[in-house]
């Protein structure tokens, strides 16, 4: 199994990103993805989940902000991040728990400053 992130950058506050999380080696429709962040020193946080059904559930910090979809024909998951703040700076990982396991993406960096 394996989780591909990518599209994260440097970008000024007010900015916008599109993260992408491709999965291979699972059956990727059944499982639900999520977008977690980590700055130094702090426990990785959970930002956003798409379910298998499509439901979609954000921390406060991200509601009205940013958006999680989910493509299951590409097998690939969206955070569309909207009005970044400095505070969003962090790397971002997907997630998805399956066969009983963790698996995580390799991380991508976004950066929100002037």
């Known amino acids: 199994v394996q989780l591909q992130a990518s599209g994260g950058g440097l970008v000024q506050p007010g900015g916008s990103l599109r993260l992408s999380c491709k999965a291979s080696g699972i059956n990727f429709s059944i499982y639900a993805i999520d977008w977690y962040r980590q700055t130094p020193g702090e426990q990785r946080e959970l930002v956003a989940r798409v379910t298998s059904g499509g439901r979609t559930d954000y921390t406060d910090s991200a509601k009205g902000r940013f958006t999680l979809s989910r493509d299951n024909a590409r097998r690939s998951a969206y955070l569309q991040m909207n009005s970044l703040k400095p505070e969003d700076t962090a790397v971002y990982y997907c997630?998805?728990?399956?066969?009983?396991?963790?698996?995580w993406g390799q991380g991508t960096q976004v950066t929100v400053s002037s």
């Open positions: 997630h998805t728990y399956a066969r009983s396991s963790n698996f």
